[in-house]
Nanobody, 124 residues
Framework: QVQLVESGGGLVQAGGSLRLSCAAS????????MAWFRQAPGKEREFVAA????????YLADSVKGRFTISRDNAKITSYLQMNSLKPEDTAVYYC?????????????????WGQGTQVTVSS
């Protein structure tokens, strides 16, 4: 059974930085895609970033390009979301997700595994 555990959320002022981590376990992730989504109150869950585990190809939503980066550590089986120049509109619960196909999707329903979420709050 795949398990995903996020950490690293918190409260930060606008312009600040946070790094989220997603520790994965349960199987090998060679042909997986690991992604980050976020959901603000009253809004739908939206795609933020994804990385293909085997080749490390990265994909970012337009709203975070130039500010966020996604990476992974194969040895630790952990993906990271580095968030810089944070804005109040980045405030949301951030979720780590995984799908057992080496093809990135921006649709939440196409991911099979989810973490519990971590709150990110950016104050103005």
């Amino acid at each position: 059974q795949v398990q995903l555990v996020e950490s690293g959320g918190g409260l930060v002022q606008a312009g600040g930085s946070l790094r989220l981590s997603c520790a994965a376990s349960g199987r090998t992730f060679v042909n997986y895609v690991m992604a980050w989504f976020r959901q603000a109150p009253g809004k739908e869950r939206e795609f933020v970033a994804a990385i293909t585990w085997s080749r490390g190809r990265t994909y970012l939503a337009d709203s975070v390009k130039g500010r966020f980066t996604i990476s992974r550590d194969n040895a630790k089986i952990t993906s990271y979301l580095q968030m810089n120049s944070l804005k109040p509109e980045d405030t949301a619960v951030y979720y780590c997700a995984a799908r057992p196909l080496p093809v990135v999707s921006t649709t939440p329903s196409e991911y099979d595994y989810w973490g519990q979420g971590t709150q990110v709050t950016v104050s103005s």
